[in-house]
């Protein structure tokens, strides 16, 4: 074999497996919690989420128990960031960090909304006004004030995008959990997931997707407490859409 073409075979294979170091490369995750409704055990439920995202080597994974961190840039230490949080009766978080999660959103970075956080950024004691509407705008669904959800209890979640790289393969699925009929918001979403509410008789969405300018947002009113999390449906779910939120795509969860 000639110099040359003993050069570019080097090329070539150097290439390759710097594609396949960086496609195994960890995903840098944040998960931002501290803050929810009493009877939203994050203290319990956070450990959790952790934990099956950590049953694979994809994501390297840090927990902040403050909302403070998103006027700290993280965009530039994170692809994507699951949000467990409510601030319930608790001040607003400031405005600097407010601007930035919504910054980190649109600059192509991606979100994981879990279950009541839908309900935050409301002024005590108004709660029932959303004191900062551009949230709707991310998050695409929030809380309505005058709705609620089925009991706790065993319910079916159906697919309903099998098309989507969250949802491609995904089987319907049992959890036991609340059932929100309480979101309400103007953003165009995809819905990907519902469930049938024994109390509106109506198919509710239980995960959808939508964008904000550049990012990637994945919305869920799933995941309640530690039983909740645990159905095999919602950890694959979840370990899903973090890697579609960071990347556009789901390739190591299969």
């Known amino acids: 074999m000639s110099k040359f ?27 931002v919690t501290g803050q929810d409704y009493p009877g939203h055990k994050w203290r319990e439920t956070t450990p959790v989420v952790r934990s099956i995202l950590s049953q694979k080597d994809y994501f390297d994974i840090h927990v902040c128990e403050d909302f403070e961190i998103f006027a700290a840039s993280p965009e530039q230490r994170y692809d994507a960031a699951i949000v467990h949080f409510c601030n319930w ?45 551009e949230f709707e705008k991310i998050v695409g669904r929030v809380w309505d004030t005058s709705k609620t959800h089925d009991p706790y209890q065993k319910f079916q979640v159906k697919v309903v995008n099998k098309e989507h790289p969250i949802t491609r393969g ?39 997707i939508l964008n904000y300018e550049s990012g990637r947002v994945f919305h869920t009113p799933l995941g309640h407490d530690v039983r909740s999390f645990q159905s095999p449906g919602v950890t694959a779910l979840l370990q899903r859409a973090c890697e579609w939120a960071a990347t556009g795509n789901v390739t190591r969860f299969k």
């Open 5 to 31: 073409r003993f050069s570019i075979a080097v090329l070539l294979l150097l290439g390759c497996l710097s594609s396949v170091f960086a496609e195994e490369k960890p995903i840098r995750l944040l998960i």
């Open 89 to 133: 009766e608790s001040p607003m978080p400031s405005v600097a960090a407010r601007e930035g999660f919504a910054h980190f959103a649109a600059s192509g970075k991606g979100l994981v909304v879990l279950h009541f956080t839908c309900g935050a950024f409301r002024e005590w004691p108004n709660y029932q006004t959303l004191a900062w509407p």
């Open 170 to 208: 995904l089987q319907d699925f049992e959890t036991t959990d609340e059932l929100y009929f309480c979101l309400q918001g103007a953003p165009k979403i995809d819905v990907l997931l519902t469930a049938h509410s024994t109390v509106t008789k109506q198919d509710e969405p239980m995960g959808f």
